[in-house]
């Protein structure tokens, strides 16, 4: 996450990202596209996990 907070807000780029804290850093940046790759959701990692984020890659 702390990349995500290095990273200009008007650089265009696309995010793929299981991190709900990342997904949620990278919304305050216009220009980028943001895919989160879905799952189940750790209650304490607030991070998705399981076959759903890897088949998300494929």
Not at 3 to 22: G, R
Not at 38 to 46: E, M, N, R, V
Request: charged share 15%; proline share 7%.
């Amino acid at each position: 996450m702390e990349v995500a907070k290095m990273i200009p807000k008007k650089l265009p780029l696309t995010v793929f990202t299981p991190s709900l804290h990342v997904a949620m850093e990278f919304l305050e940046h216009p220009v980028v596209e943001m895919i989160f790759l879905g799952g189940k959701l750790l209650h304490d990692a607030k991070f998705a996990v399981g076959g759903m984020v890897v088949n998300s890659l494929s």
